[in-house]
């Protein structure tokens, strides 16, 4: 027979791929390891020598919990009271407010400003105003920082949300949630870094690409998990294999991957070997991660997890044990909040529907971390890609447009201000009047929040060192504690 | 500087595509070109509120044609070719005024002094205008001369263009890695360990041919080749959404499969699928080819809405149709006129029309097409069909002998407080969904000429219980009141929402009914019920019905005290029918008498129901409980009664707007202007014209991105303008053409492509090479491209020998773990098949849309929800555990090891049976090893099975080389 493969590597190649290969071995954790040698490790310290390619001061957050709403929930129906829009109700849009301004579906010019129908009161000491879709969030506002005047760039919901993701409207850059893996290592051994929980009718629109890796090696991205039955499965070994056989297995494959490994400068061979490496490690950890069961009934309650059934809040209570456990960037979508006004579409019974669905659990989320000191180097992110126009859309029922001028993001923890606020919108909440945020903004203050400044946070492709922010982005000093 | 570098690269970067600027040191004063440079620059910057969207238009300025580019401004025009200065653009996007300048400050960023400089080379250098490519007819061809003359016109144009960067291609692949890659990529299998022997004692090229070709004409060419295109016709064996039943398409699947084994040409493959029901003669496998827009799902949910989901559904097919055939994203223009492609909103509602002429509803499976597999039961089918047809027809006749002086009204309006009324094509209405117990339904619409009567047939249905014609349980409805309105229609708006009811001055008139008749009444009063006769649906007495008399059709006819006169009159019906319990109709007619009609005396008239009529209905409805008991598939049918097709207001079907009838995109047109196309026939046969450049390189950029990764277009669903431009736009368009001379003919190219030495190229580069083209554009090596689920899953019962190669059939249930269908809304029983179907290739597997089989919606296998064109290959941590403990993974695992057990010498035979190459002493050294170990921990047999289990989750087994 024939050997297969060119035996002959100079040796200028080999060490240039022996240093890639380090960089990709520190981005996932330690290699290598026997199985049996693992033991889950308890909250990891942050910033351990194996793990991160360096922050580059101290961090004020350690992970992310980032609450996507997708399809953009109203801002004007849950954290936006207008008076004047109010007053307005029913009368065009000033022209100087809809010159040259883009719209979905809308005409600008002769679509009828929409007062808001739910009733609002201002809670806790801050007195954010809180609608009455909202009562647990109601609870919480004084431990939330507000942003109310982001800017958005794309008008429709998949490129919206690959914007809000990756700072690009477009395929092809990586996620928020690779960039801080690939930034901060994973933080967990025997856990995915990044990992994606849905719930809602179907997955969100855009797909995998929103938690893509983009250029950045394969092992940045997101690792969704299943939203239905079991979340992971084939997480026990096969009847029969003992530990030590299992253990025995993962090194045969991992041995015989590298020496293949060592042919051919594929990275993704490397990729590979560390996913084989990490999938040993979360049949240990991960059975007792996603048994909501050991959790006290009293925090099951907390998060209103009643039954087996997937739900928002089963994601929720999930995320905190994730993190717990060192995951470093949990995201969770929750889908249809697209309310334009069409039957089973509208800010009537299925906004409070999708409000009844995420309330409890997101304010639970905050108070559990809090609870647990945990919310001081968590940050927690709740919204959508966009919001919605002050103008009304009427079609069946009362709806609104999709609307990237001004919208409202909640944070909290994480290095965040406390019951902070920044931006300040027009008396119809049109657009900022000052205090405006992009997303490039947005994107640079939670690096900053996480230690990185984002200009310095780069990946080399096509001999251009890219970034998160692009070319743009101002952290926002005034949201940092 | 370093900045400002980065800028300039930024903002060539994400222009698209142009890599080739993204030096700045490349600044020469060359061409610069529209078609890549001046017109993705403006698509980015520019065209959503200067492009092809009259709503969002700015200033009524187009810059997306030549007409908008050289207009007449007043005075000014927005470019003059070869004088910067005197052209407005210019001085748009470079002025510092903030009132003046381009894109205004609210929409972004002022173009870069390199985009200012782009436009102002282009303008000064005649700013030269073309058609986008995509779209443009093929032009001349010419293969390029490579410095090293190459005899495959594909490695012509691929050196050509790497000498033109420096770079150099790869040598060729390993021989052994080069047969696994044919086989892999053409049959979804490995090759034999005597196939790899006999190739690498003689690795010719005359042997590669012969190689290629024995590949081509096998079983499992087809099987492989057909995977992309059920994932792009969106197949599965259920409904969709929630409830998510069962369907039957497979017989669609075969048809596939054997299409592709025969070598259908792909035109004709193409027009079978969109339109086989409409070619003179349609056999019955070009019927059975429409299923391909079947796949749209059927919502069985209660409250689901007929017409709202049919209309869903020929969305989908017009969506998937442009994603499949023109690579376009068309669904941005159901709502609006598309912001960057120039596809107007009329234009896709001109290709909604050719979609909207089927008999198919969105809630049920009919029609469906009997399938045979012998002439026998060939003669069978046909000979029920044309008996249902003779019926069919026989109905129609007997009715309208029976109905002379009255006509059928099926108006513009109908609706219900309830369930919904689906209109038929002969002309009744079929009640459908859940919904109230009790109802009220309203015809209205105009009617010209006279009225003195109407006639209400209630007719029986297969589906309704007890055979209708009513809703109840046993079959039975009841009428409680009749109410006619008309009023003058020109002198009130037609269906202005006023009601006899709800406004004082609508207009509407009450026609007094002086005489009601019926053929029958029920009259249970003899049995301690009651009667229910006719005459109650004058008064407030409770209303006709018709028990016993089920299963069977029976008509009521009203007269009008006065006549109406001639004229044009709004008419309105309203059928009451509040008796609960879901009596209320299921299957209905009516008709109106525009001259005085005279009927019998009495009240019940029997003879109102014609008897040749009711046997006539009798018979077809018999004929129907004998049809032969053959698989069924969906299909396509095309209505007799065309169905008129309005503009979507907004893109919703509320909102009817003008009428539309079919047509083509005027931008992808530019070889058949003025036409005026009919049907799907039409539509298939101008997709499948040689002259529609556009389609046919879709197509072969489609096949080319099976044996290459991606795409020579990486962006094979968007050739629009936001997509990105051809990295060899002159190969593609060479191998479009090249397979339009050979006939349309998908082996062909696949023929032509891997004996290229590009497509034998090895995969291995540098870390530099890697660096320089990390997407492998230039196409200076192969790429490793992980294996899909299904061939990895099959590539594994061929190494284990397990593999059952039968075709066709419906599908089987290989084993899955046990939690997948926890939360489905219908729980769904997962069998797991025994004996050879077990084994059978992955293609059968049956697929539920709301539960995918794990195992390969792990390795990125696409829900069935939409066209899927290009499957995403991602390396996650669950698809390692997956192949590691998945339980049919070990029993692969064990019979591979069993067969390793046989051999002589089972380690070294290991990797070339599994990876077809020798393994290295290490290597053997290593399983060896394994083996030991797992026979110490447990036992022989164990040792073994791990054995087969380390070699089928080595990365090597994963990737195709």
């Given at each position: 027979m024939i050997d297969s493969f060119r035996t002959s590597l100079n040796s200028a190649r080999e060490a240039q791929r022996i240093s890639r290969r380090d960089l990709l071995r520190r981005g996932i954790g330690l290699g290598g390891l026997a199985f049996l040698d693992l033991l889950r490790r308890d909250l990891p310290e942050f910033g351990s020598a194996q793990d991160s390619i360096g922050v580059h001061f101290a961090p004020r957050a350690k992970r992310v919990i980032w609450l996507f709403m997708a399809g953009a929930p109203s801002q004007f129906e849950l954290f936006e009271p207008k008076p004047t829009l109010q007053r307005l109700d029913g009368q065009v849009l000033p022209p100087s407010l809809s010159a040259g301004k883009r719209f979905a579906f809308i005409d600008g010019a002769s679509a009828r400003l929409l007062g808001t129908r739910r009733k609002f009161v201002q809670h806790g000491e801050t007195g954010a105003p809180i609608s009455e879709l909202l009562p647990h969030t109601a609870k919480i506002v004084d431990d939330l920082c507000w942003l109310r005047a982001l800017k958005g760039q794309e008008i429709n919901h998949g490129p919206a949300k690959l914007f809000m993701n990756t700072g690009f409207g477009q395929f092809g850059r990586p996620s928020a949630g690779a960039w801080s893996v690939y930034g901060l290592g994973s933080g967990a051994d025997d856990l995915p870094g990044f990992v994606v929980l849905t719930s809602g009718n179907r997955g969100p629109r855009g797909g995998a690409p929103l938690w893509g890796n983009g250029f950045l090696p394969t092992q940045f991205a997101g690792t969704p998990f299943r939203s239905g039955g079991d979340p992971v499965l084939n997480l026990r070994n096969p009847k029969g294999v003992v530990d030590d056989e299992q253990a025995e297995f993962f090194d045969a494959v991992g041995d015989l991957n590298r020496i293949a490994s060592d042919r051919s400068a594929d990275p993704e061979i490397e990729a590979r070997i560390a996913a084989y490496e990490l999938a040993a490690r979360m049949q240990t950890s991960t059975p007792e991660l996603i048994d909501l069961n050991r959790e006290p009934e009293s925090v099951r309650k907390l998060y209103g997890v009643e039954d087996d059934r997937p739900s928002f809040a089963r994601n929720c209570l999930l995320a905190r044990r994730l993190i717990e456990r060192g995951s470093r960037f949990v995201q969770l979508y929750h889908t249809d909040w697209d309310h334009h006004g069409d039957p089973g579409n509208h800010l009537g019974q299925p906004l409070e529907e999708r409000c009844r669905e995420v309330d409890q659990a997101s304010a639970a989320l905050v108070i559990d971390l809090k609870q647990r000191g945990l919310l001081e180097d968590t940050l927690v992110i709740w919204g959508g890609e966009f919001g919605r126009t002050p103008l009304g859309e009427v079609r069946n029922f009362i709806g609104r447009d999709h609307h990237i001028e001004a919208f409202t993001v909640w944070m909290a923890g994480g290095g965040t201000k406390p019951g902070a606020s920044y931006g300040i919108t027009d008396e119809v909440g049109f657009g900022a009047v000052d205090q405006s945020m992009d997303i490039h903004d947005f994107h640079a203050t939670i690096l900053h929040l996480l230690g990185f400044d984002h200009t310095r946070l780069t990946f080399r492709f096509q001999g251009r060192d890219f970034r998160l922010t692009d070319v743009h982005g101002h952290v926002i000093r005034e949201v940092v504690a | 500087m370093s900045r400002l570098i980065a800028s300039i690269h930024l903002a060539l970067a994400t222009v698209g595509g142009v890599f080739w600027l993204a030096d700045p040191r490349e600044q020469e004063p060359i061409r610069v070109s529209w078609q890549n440079e001046v017109r993705p620059l403006l698509a980015n910057k520019c065209l959503k509120c200067h492009g092809p969207d009259p709503a969002t238009r700015e200033a009524d300025l187009r810059l997306d044609t030549p007409e908008g580019l050289f207009a007449d401004l007043g005075g000014y025009q927005a470019v003059v070719a070869g004088d910067p200065e005197g052209s407005e653009l210019l001085y748009r996007i470079s002025t510092d005024d903030r009132q003046d300048r381009m894109p205004p400050v609210e929409h972004g960023e002022p173009l870069s002094q390199v985009e200012v400089e782009l436009l102002r080379r282009w303008v000064e250098q005649g700013a030269e205008w073309e058609v986008h490519w995509a779209y443009a007819p093929f032009g001349e061809i010419e293969i390029p001369q490579a410095v090293h003359p190459v005899a495959n016109p594909i490695d012509a144009y691929v050196r050509a263009a790497l000498e033109g960067k420096g770079m150099t291609p790869a040598a060729a692949a390993d021989p052994a890695a080069q047969l696994r890659r044919l086989h892999l990529d053409l049959t979804g299998l490995p090759p034999t360990r005597d196939e790899l022997t006999s190739w690498l004692s003689d690795p010719s090229d005359a042997a590669w041919a012969a190689r290629v070709e024995a590949l081509l004409v096998s079983p499992a060419f087809a099987v492989r080749w057909a995977r992309p295109w059920l994932d792009a016709a969106r197949y599965a064996d259920s409904h969709g959404f929630t409830i998510d039943g069962g369907r039957n398409i497979w017989p669609w699947r075969d048809w596939v499969v054997e299409a592709i084994d025969a070598d259908l040409p792909f035109d004709q493959f193409t027009i079978e699928q969109l339109a086989g029901d409409l070619l003179p003669h349609a056999t019955r496998a070009q019927r059975l080819a429409t299923g391909f827009h079947r796949n749209t799902q059927i919502n069985q949910e209660g409250g689901a809405k007929d017409e709202e989901n049919r209309v869903n559904a020929v969305l989908d097919r017009v969506n998937t149709t442009g994603s499949v055939w023109l690579g376009s994203t068309l669904s941005c223009a159901q709502c609006h006129t598309h912001k960057y492609d120039p596809i107007t909103q009329t234009e896709y509602f001109q290709l909604y029309a050719f979609f909207n002429q089927t008999r198919d509803s969105g809630v049920s499976s009919d029609p469906s097409l009997l399938v045979v597999r012998n002439e026998n039961e060939e003669r069978q089918a046909m000979i029920w069909e044309a008996g249902r047809e003779q019926r069919r027809i026989a109905v129609q006749q007997a009715h309208a002998a029976a109905t002379q002086g009255w006509s059928i009204w099926q108006p513009e309006a109908w609706a219900s407080n309830g369930p919904e009324l689906r209109p038929e094509e002969d002309g009744a209405y079929r009640v459908v969904g859940q919904g109230a117990i009790y109802s009220t339904y309203v015809l209205q619409g105009l009617h010209s000429g006279g009225l003195s009567a109407i006639r209400l047939e209630a007719l029986p249905a297969?589906?309704?219980?007890?055979?209708?014609?009513?809703?109840?349980?046993?079959g039975n409805f009841v009428l409680q009141q009749v109410r006619v309105y008309a009023r003058n229609a020109a002198e009130y708006e037609a269906g202005?929402?006023?009601?006899p009811g709800n406004d004082e001055n609508s207009g509407w008139l009450s026609l007094s009914i002086e005489r009601a008749m019926a053929d029958f009444e029920q009259d249970t009063s003899a049995e301690g019920g009651r009667h229910y006769g006719i005459a109650q649906t004058l008064d407030e007495r409770p209303g006709w019905a018709i028990k016993p008399g089920f299963g069977e059709p029976h008509i009521a006819c009203f007269v009008f005290d006065e006549a109406l006169p001639e004229g044009e009159w709004e008419l309105r019906i309203e059928l009451q029918q509040e008796h609960g319990d879901r009596h209320t109709l299921g299957h209905f007619r009516m008709l109106l008498a525009d001259q005085k009609v005279t009927f019998p005396e009495g009240e019940k008239l029997p003879e109102l129901v014609d008897p040749v009529w009711a046997d006539a209905l009798r018979a077809a409805r018999e004929h129907e409980d004998h049809r032969p008991r053959l698989p069924m598939s969906l299909v396509l049918e095309a209505r007799e009664v065309p169905r008129e097709t309005r503009l979507f207001g907004r893109g919703s079907f509320l909102n009817p707007q003008e009428e539309v009838v079919p047509g083509y995109p005027a931008a992808m047109n530019h070889f058949a202007p003025g036409s005026r196309p009919n049907d799907r026939l039409d539509l298939a046969r101008w997709l499948m014209d040689p002259r529609n450049a556009l389609v046919h390189r879709v197509t072969v950029n489609r096949w080319w991105q099976q044996l290459f990764g991606t795409g020579l277009v990486e962006t094979e669903n968007d050739f629009g303008m936001r997509g990105a431009q051809p990295s060899h736009p002159e190969l593609l368009d060479w191998l479009a053409q090249d397979y339009i001379d050979h006939g349309f003919s998908r082996k062909h190219v696949v023929r032509r492509i891997v004996k290229s030495k590009t497509y034998r190229q090895s995969s291995d580069a540098t870390v530099a090479e890697r660096e320089a083209d990390p997407n492998n554009h230039w196409l200076a090596r192969q790429r490793r491209l992980r294996l899909e689920g299904e061939a990895l899953r099959d590539a594994s019962l061929a190494v284990s020998g397990l593999l059952d190669e039968r075709r066709g059939g419906g599908p089987v249930q290989p084993p899955q773990p046990g939690g997948v269908f926890a939360f489905t809304q219908s729980r769904k029983s997962w069998k797991a098949s025994e004996g050879a179907d077990r084994y059978r290739r992955s293609i059968y597997t049956r697929i539920w849309r709301s539960s995918p089989f794990p195992f390969y919606a792990v390795f990125d296998a696409p829900a069935a929800s939409a066209s899927c064109t290009r499957r995403v290959r991602s390396n996650t941590p669950l698809q390692a555990l997956t192949l590691a403990n998945d339980a049919m993974v070990i029993e692969f695992a064990s019979a591979l090891g069993e067969r390793l057990r046989n051999e002589d010498d089972p380690f070294t035979a290991a990797m070339p049976l599994v990876l077809s190459r020798s393994a290295t002493e290490a290597e053997v050294a290593r399983l060896r090893d394994h083996w030991a170990r797992v026979a110490a921990l447990r036992d022989e047999d164990a040792a073994w099975t791990s054995l087969g289990r380390v070699l089928l989750n080595l990365d090597e087994f994963l990737t195709r080389p």
């Open positions: - | 297969h589906g309704l219980s007890g055979g209708g014609p009513g809703r109840a349980a046993n202005d929402g006023r009601t």
